[in-house]
């Protein structure tokens, strides 16, 4: 009697579903269409908008512009990529914006890991959260403004100047401003995953590195810093592919300084080149993939 | 040791320690022996942690000092102390291997590389570890990562190992192994050891003596025996072992004397056999039976008004037979000085509702 009457009720629950109640039990028992349904909106992005858009820009670097007419001649040639390669112009350029990536990635490192470590390590938890927030803000700001707001520091007997001692003094604008505006701009790229990481190691082993002789030196170079390695480099990922890319700061404070972002501009713009600009763009692709590839090698992403 | 035999191995001296309005330890002295294995009880949040952590240098203290072998090292960094701590998490260095881990103290103290090998060999075999010297940290099993970090602390031959609930993360089994096994390692080194644990049981079979803690305070300091037989509180009647207290009108009842009394469960009987001229004895009846395989706890009412708990091996009976016995009329017996009398302080404490590890 007693179970009669616990199944009628649930007989007619079964009855009364819905269909959305109906469709979300056929779902669960096809876990096939359920994965299919979730992957189906980022899939498609990645493989057409994000691959596809790359894949355009690899096949129009290898067609030409008719020099007379300006017409896009689609016929594949390796031309574009000859002229890089042999003329001395492009080769520069290309060291030139590895070399401002790279002093961009070590400065923001430098100032980055100390700014990380107090945040997570040494304020006190309620005072994280202001941290944190004091690190974002910036990036609510326009970038363009602070481009030009580190014009007006910059300029002749600016503020910068006065530091330094009179108009004339201070760096002025070129190849440092722009290194130095640049390392600006992307600090907090690299402060977030560091204090994330930092986040993650726990209080105790730098207790128990203490507590086993170690002064704080040594903690730092033994303990801290192989741990936040991964979180460096996830860091400098975004330092050195924004650098590279970036072209309006150059125009800004950069003074006649080009980088490959420049010439890339210059070549869809003035030059009506597109695909020369498409061969000049696939320069950065190349070497971030090398740096991704070395840093594989590395094993440094094992640890994470 | 220079400073001569006497010196106790830990000194504290009015210790205390504020967290903003909370006051975590408030005026412990204390005095540990060289090469004695010296328990702190207590619930979370007594203060026992915090009073580690004074003791290696993690946190300076509000007020007090702190000496190792007579040394005043209040202000001392921790790596400028010679004690070593196994924390509770065992913060091994998951970027290192087990030896490297094992090596870090030694390293530190530009060890040379030959020595510092045999040494790292020789503490990981104390702790029969020797087989995994190259795995890291993440390929060990709880056991496993807490004696690396045992044999980590004790590589550098501290003064005095402090022990931070070091078994709290481990099951039953291995914690009950673990405990026998450190024992037997301090007694092999006779180093110090500064035992953490709120496991009233872990802190009876292993130390030489114990300290109750009770809100940031030493409420006793004694032997196993001592703290167990003879308990200096309420508290430490009911923290260490069963609160069985008689008090109040219950005592003058049944036995005619004014105050408060612990009685230990396993040390009265209910068999029924009539009480001897050493005995004191009480009626009640039994409220509730529970069964726990090698003994029976049974809660009896009594007739003058209190709640006992009395314990018997099952040495005959089974649970059918002891379940039989809810509801019936009882007589208790026990040997009179077992009664003992439990000063209750001028400001009464709150008796814990239920301790976690009252029955074991």
Redesign the interface.
């Known amino acids: 009697m007693a179970t009669s009457t616990l199944d009628r009720p649930a007989g007619g629950a079964t009855a009364a579903r819905g269909p959305v109640r109906r469709l979300s039990a056929w779902l669960h028992r096809h876990a096939g269409v359920r994965l299919a349904a979730l992957l189906a909106a980022p899939l498609f992005w990645l493989v057409v908008a994000y691959l596809g858009a790359l894949a355009v820009l690899f096949v129009s670097a290898l067609w030409t512009v008719n020099g007379f007419t300006g017409e896009v001649v689609r016929q594949p040639t390796l031309d574009n990529f000859r002229t890089i390669v042999t003329d001395e112009v492009y080769r520069t350029v290309a060291l030139r914006s590895v070399g401002v990536a790279a002093a961009v990635t070590v400065i923001d490192t430098l100032i980055a890991l100390p700014m990380a470590f107090y945040m997570a390590k040494v304020a006190k938890p309620r005072h994280r959260r202001w941290l944190v927030v004091a690190i974002l803000t910036p990036l609510w700001a326009s970038y363009l403004v602070k481009a030009y707001a580190w014009r007006v520091l910059l300029a002749n007997g600016g503020p910068v100047d006065w530091l330094f001692g009179g108009p004339g003094s201070g760096p002025g604008y070129g190849l440092g401003a722009t290194v130095l505006v640049l390392a600006y701009l992307w600090l907090p790229y690299m402060i977030l995953p560091i204090y994330a990481g930092l986040e993650r190691l ?1 209080d ?2 730098l ?9 704080a030196g ?1 903690t730092f170079r ?2 801290v810093l ?2 936040v390695v991964p979180s460096v480099i996830a860091g400098s990922i975004f330092t050195f592919s924004l650098s590279l890319g970036d072209y309006i700061t150059v125009q800004i404070v950069g003074g006649k300084t080009q980088l490959i972002g420049n010439l890339v501009y210059v070549n869809i713009g003035a030059a009506n080149n597109l695909p020369f600009a498409a061969a000049l763009a696939t320069i950065p692709v190349l070497i971030m993939v090398g740096y991704l590839v070395a840093v594989r090698r590395s094993g440094a992403l094992e ?1 994470l | 040791m220079s400073a001569g035999p006497a010196t106790p191995a830990v000194a504290l001296r009015g210790l205390r320690k504020s967290f903003g309005a909370v006051e975590a330890v408030a005026d412990v002295d204390l005095e540990i022996a060289d090469g004695e294995f010296f328990s702190m009880l207590g619930p979370s949040g007594s203060g026992k942690t915090t009073v580690l952590r004074m003791i290696a240098g993690f946190e300076p203290p509000t007020a007090g000092s702190v000496l190792l072998g007579g040394r005043d090292v209040t202000r001392l960094a921790p790596f400028e102390r010679d004690v070593n701590t196994v924390f509770q998490d065992y913060a091994l260095f998951p970027h290192m291997t087990v030896r490297q881990n094992v090596e870090y103290g030694l390293r530190v103290r530009r060890v040379g590389r030959a020595e510092r090998r045999d040494r790292a060999a020789e503490a990981l075999r104390s702790v029969r570890l020797d087989g995994l010297a190259d795995r890291r940290p993440a390929a060990l099993s709880g056991g496993q990562r807490q004696r690396v970090a045992l044999a980590r602390a004790l590589v550098v031959r501290p003064k005095v190992l402090l022990l931070d609930e070091p078994l709290g993360a481990l099951d039953l089994k291995l914690r009950e192994q673990m405990q026998v096994e450190l024992k037997a390692l301090q007694r092999e080194v006779g180093i110090t050891f500064v035992f953490v644990t709120h496991d009233q049981e872990e802190a009876l079979t292993m130390s030489d003596r114990v300290a109750v803690f009770e809100h940031g305070r030493i409420a006793q300091v004694g032997t196993p025996a001592e703290v167990y037989e003879r308990p200096a509180t309420p508290f430490v009647a009911g923290f260490v072992g069963t609160s069985n207290l008689l008090g109040g009108e219950a005592a003058r009842a049944v036995l005619g004397r004014e105050g408060t009394f612990s009685i230990r469960p396993e040390k009265i009987r209910l068999d029924g056999s009539p009480p001897t001229a050493e005995e004191t004895s009480a009626g009640g009846r039994v409220a509730e039976v529970v069964y726990a395989g090698a003994t029976t706890r049974f809660v009896v009412d009594l007739d003058a008004g209190a709640r006992l708990v009395v314990t018997q091996q099952n040495l005959t009976t089974t649970s059918a037979d002891v379940a039989a016995l809810r509801g019936r009329p009882v007589r208790l017996a026990w040997r009179t000085e077992h009664a003992v009398a439990v000063p209750v302080p001028a400001v009464p404490t709150p008796l814990p509702k239920e301790s976690a590890h009252a029955y074991r």
Do not use: I, K, M, T
């Not at chain 1, 207790?207 to 002064?215: I, N, P, T």
């Open positions: 726990p105790s082993l207790e128990a590195s203490a507590d086993l002789g170690a002064r040594r033994a303990v192989p741990v640890e």
